[in-house]
């Protein structure tokens, strides 16, 4: 017999990224470590000459400068990996990797400028002038570099998994769609066409508008959602789900269940239902 697991208000199956997405976000987290690493090492640079008294009566030019330079590939590097979490972002379920994720470019960007600052402060044989200027400066940049590494507002796969399931009611009723950003556009509309295809395969005499209701093999025992996807099917009687244990639903919540295929067989299956070919 087949059972309704789930609220029809429940969401869709969980975002994820698809491989255009995951290789993008690849791209700019490899150029994003390439800019961090260029920074920490013109902060070592920074150290060394410290180290051999480069700046304790002049250059401090050429170490202002060289703290641009840490600032400018630290804000590159920021930059970059926030769009990369855009694309692929981390689940909130993860708190830890979450933050460490979202927030890694402010971290970096301490790692690059804290230990020069410290050590221009503490610097006994440098002008007192000059290290009031440069380590002021370091100060100044730093903050800017970090604060542009904050993510105040980052994405997730809990938000996007919300704003792909508003964008697929948008398009399945056709009014303005707000929440279809590009990052979950893509699989909203997979729900609104095969929604819209199983309507259209399900009109009968009694429902001349068709039904958005499917059946698909239920998950294992004590799963919410099964490991591999499957398809779901116009009815119960059709052949595929003979002697399973079926659930059944909405679209929406075939695919919070991983049942993400549409039935092929939708001629066959609306003669073994019972519903009118169109």
Not at 82 to 109: C, E, H, V, Y
Not at 116 to 124: A, H, S, T
Not at 175 to 193: F, N, W
Not at 217 to 243: M, W, Y
């Amino acid at each position: 017999m087949a059972t309704n697991p789930k609220d029809p208000n429940d969401v869709t199956k969980a975002w994820a990224a698809n491989q255009g997405q995951k290789n993008s976000a690849s791209h700019m987290r490899i150029f994003a470590w390439i800019f961090w690493i260029i920074a920490i090492g013109g902060e070592i640079y920074g150290i060394y000459l410290l180290r051999q008294h480069k700046f304790d009566t002049g250059g401090t030019g050429l170490l202002i400068g060289l703290l641009c330079g840490i600032g400018i590939a630290a804000m590159i590097a920021n930059v970059l990996w926030k769009s990369a979490n855009r694309q692929d972002p981390a689940s909130r379920a993860d708190g830890t990797r979450f933050f460490i994720q979202n927030q890694l470019g402010a971290i970096m960007t301490v790692l690059a400028f804290l230990p020069l600052i410290i050590l221009i402060f503490m610097d006994k044989d440098m002008d007192p002038k000059n290290k009031q200027i440069a380590g002021g400066a370091g100060v100044v940049i730093a903050i800017l570099a970090a604060v542009m590494g904050v993510d105040f507002k980052p994405a997730s796969v809990e938000q996007y998994t919300q704003d792909m399931n508003q964008c697929a009611t948008q398009i399945k009723t056709g009014v303005a769609t707000t929440a279809c950003s590009p990052e979950v556009a893509a699989q909203a509309q997979d729900i609104a066409r095969d929604t819209t295809d199983i309507t259209n395969a399900t009109k009968s005499a009694a429902n001349p508008n068709g039904i958005d209701d499917v059946y698909w093999i239920a998950p294992d025992p004590g799963q919410t959602k099964s490991s591999d996807p499957h398809v779901f099917h116009l009815c119960e009687a059709v052949s595929p789900l003979k002697d399973k244990t079926v659930h059944h639903g909405s679209v929406t919540q075939a695919y919070a269940e991983n049942a993400i295929r549409i039935t092929k067989q939708i001629d066959m299956e609306q003669k073994q239902c019972g519903f009118v070919n169109g």
